[in-house]
């Protein structure tokens, strides 16, 4: 037993063979790299001169790989109070792309990239792709959204340089999705888990099985989705549900992808150095433990990146993957750090609430959590929609299921929480990231 599913091609696109780098060799190759990327920042980026200096610290100090360590870390708010230009190390004749992400508050965070940073990019999500099984004569659907976000244009031009036939559908027009997806004979779509939820559902509406057509591969990302979602859209969509992972502000999708053993992400570590430090010490964790993942980007010119606080929670994946590559594992990111809130003394994340609902029978995916003040203490109340078998079914069928769903929070959150069952198809759809967290808290103070 290898672990190695029985279809995997033994087949090396040419992109991934630093996939496959003996550890020493890609040790001095990201050494080599690190030491680059260090001095670009100190000469060109004011921040970082600033920082290193506040920390006695100069791009000569950098002799090992442990010696990042001695870097300063960069936030979300350095990218903010940059905005839009601060942090570039490229003059703007050399930057060909912009890109700039939603940044939930005011304004965005804008990154940039030069023809080079352009190849790094198309580089990592060709081999994101291939590690998905993916290669020449594949017909890739690419519903992430063209534009501004990092997706659309990351996924597109990984699709081509792989070779496969990419057609840049971007995010929604659900209907005429599902009618390219069965006449184009589609073999890989590209979006977020929760758009191919409801990508299935409209389908289903629309009298076509999903698990009918050629599609094959979904190559899934952008936010956090449980195994247990893995395993519905797995069934649902008679696919195979590949994670991956990335972050504007690293270079968008690309960062980490699965391969076909679906046991953590592989990090495409020659262009992106990663730690997991724990949050409050700042210090690395034991391999094996979890805490926030950290990135430093190894081969950007326009913005580099020294270690960034991505704010998400993974851990290494100890020992070696059966698929052969030598890259580094992090475990799949069930939450941001950011992502927690607190009801009645008790620390709650969306993930756990997902995992509750689809542990039970008959509930549909499809949630969403709805915090409130009432007379200063705080309420939860989960929504979820209900299957239409269930839908149409006797009132005894919704009550059963209410109350299992009810316990199953309750068992796993250590909390009552309030459930409301609601109709099929009432929840809101997004066509990117699903808004799972309504918090009213402040607004009823
Ligand atoms: P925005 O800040 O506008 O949401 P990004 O696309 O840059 O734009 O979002 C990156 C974030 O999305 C990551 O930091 C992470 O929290 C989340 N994310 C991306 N891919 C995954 C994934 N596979 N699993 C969990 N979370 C993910
Ligand atoms: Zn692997």
Redesign the pocket.
Same mark, same amino acid.
Do not use: N, V
């Given at each position: 037993m290898t672990g190695i599913p029985d279809d995997y091609s033994l087949e090396i696109h040419p992109a991934s063979a630093p996939d496959y780098m003996p550890v020493p060799q890609m040790l001095e190759l990201q050494l080599g790299r690190l030491r680059a990327t260090v001095r670009r920042a100190y000469q060109h980026v004011e921040l970082y001169h600033q920082r290193m200096d506040e920390r006695n610290v100069s791009p000569e100090d950098i002799r090992t790989l442990d010696d990042v360590a001695r870097l300063p870390f960069t936030v979300k708010v350095d990218l903010r109070d940059s905005y839009p230009f601060g942090l570039f190390a490229s003059p703007l004749e050399e930057v060909v792309r912009l890109h700039a992400?939603? +940044?939930t508050t005011g304004k965005p965070i804008v990154v940039a990239y030069t023809q080079q940073d352009l190849g790094v990019w198309t580089d990592a999500m060709t081999r994101t792709l291939a590690a998905c099984g993916l290669g020449r004569g594949d017909i890739i659907q690419n519903a992430y959204g063209y534009g501004l976000? /990092? +997706?659309g244009l990351g996924a597109h031009y990984g699709a081509e340089a792989l070779g496969a036939t990419v057609i840049p559908i971007s995010g929604g027009n659900t209907d005429r999705q599902i009618m390219v997806m069965k006449d184009f004979r589609v073999t890989a779509i590209c979006c977020t888990p929760t758009y191919f939820l409801h990508l299935l559902d409209r389908a289903a509406e629309m009298g076509v099985d999903v698990r009918e057509l050629p599609l094959r591969v979904g190559v899934f990302?952008? @936010?956090?989705?449980s195994d247990s979602l893995r395993r519905h859209i797995e069934t649902a969509g008679g696919i195979k549900a590949y *994670?991956?992972?990335?972050?504007? @502000?690293i270079t968008g999708p690309g960062v980490g992808s699965e391969c076909r053993c679906q046991v953590g992400l592989h990090v495409f570590e020659d262009h992106f150095y990663p730690e997991i430090i724990d949050p409050d010490t700042e210090r690395p964790v034991p391999e094996g433990e979890e805490g926030e993942l950290v990135v430093t980007t190894l081969s950007k010119h326009a913005m580099p990146m020294l270690r960034y606080r /991505?704010r *998400?929670i993974s851990a290494f994946v100890p020992g070696s993957c059966p698929c052969g590559r030598t890259l580094r594992r992090i475990k #799949?990111?069930s939450r #941001?750090s950011d992502d927690m809130f607190i009801i009645r003394g008790v620390n709650v994340f969306p993930s756990q609430v997902e995992s509750a609902l689809l542990a039970v029978e008959g509930a549909l995916p499809h949630y969403q959590i709805i915090l409130t003040r009432e007379e200063g203490l705080d309420q939860m109340e989960v929504h979820v929609e209900v299957t239409p078998a269930v839908s149409s079914d006797k009132v005894g069928a919704l009550e059963n299921l209410h109350n299992k769903l009810a316990q199953s929070l309750n068992q796993t959150l250590g909390l009552r929480v309030a459930v409301r069952l609601v109709a099929p198809q009432t929840l809101k759809r997004s066509e990117g990231?699903a808004q799972r967290l309504i918090d009213r808290r402040n607004l009823d103070q």
């Open positions: 992400s939603s +940044g976000f /990092t +997706g990302g952008a @936010e956090p989705w *994670d991956i992972y990335g972050l504007t @502000e /991505t *998400d #799949r990111i #941001r990231k």
